[in-house]
């Protein structure tokens, strides 16, 4: 079996023990660590440098900067699930659009664990932030979706509408 966990700010933690918990301790699960750095950051730097701020100056693009400060920190958030995890991983640091790679890491996978990412208040469809909902819709495997902290009680649940 393998497994595929999408490691994301603020809800690494929620997927890592949720994966923890469902596994077997013992057999021949392969687990694969996911974090995914969208580049539109480093892109905007790399862009307003060459735009306005870079005449003259080519050794001095920020975004060179940008991306070597998520390069470390998607090294770190990787390294702390793991560890988190105590199991054997394989970490895998993509770039680009988030909720695509995602998909595309999950083909061939069996499993995929993911944390919600929207509203934490209520339960519905707003609980998902666009990448999960993406991921969610999109993943050619099962997918173990939950909830990064205690899920919101049952009278939560939007009226019906009129």
Do not use: N
Not at 5 to 11: F, L, R
Not at 29 to 36: A, F, Q
Not at 103 to 113: H, K, Q, S
Not at 134 to 157: N, T
Request: with cysteine; proline share 9%; net charge negative.
């Amino acid at each position: 079996m393998i497994v595929l966990i999408w490691i994301a700010e603020g809800t690494w933690r929620s997927a890592v023990d949720a994966a923890r918990d469902q596994l077997p301790a013992e057999g021949d699960t392969e687990i694969r660590l996911l974090y995914v750095t969208d580049d539109h950051v480093a892109g905007a730097a790399h862009g307003a440098f060459a735009g306005l701020l870079g005449r003259g100056r080519p050794g001095r693009d920020p975004g060179d900067r940008v991306e070597e400060v998520a390069k470390a920190a998607a090294s770190e958030l990787l390294d702390a699930a793991a560890e988190r995890l105590d199991r054997p991983v394989t970490r895998l640091h993509r770039h680009g659009r988030v909720e695509h790679e995602v998909v595309r890491e999950a083909d061939g996978v069996d499993l995929l664990v993911a944390a919600r990412d929207g509203d934490r208040d209520r339960l519905g469809p707003h609980s998902l932030g666009p990448a999960a909902r993406f991921v969610v819709d999109h993943a050619p495997c099962a997918v173990l979706l939950v909830w990064p902290a205690a899920a919101p009680g049952i009278e939560s649940l939007p009226p019906p509408p009129p």
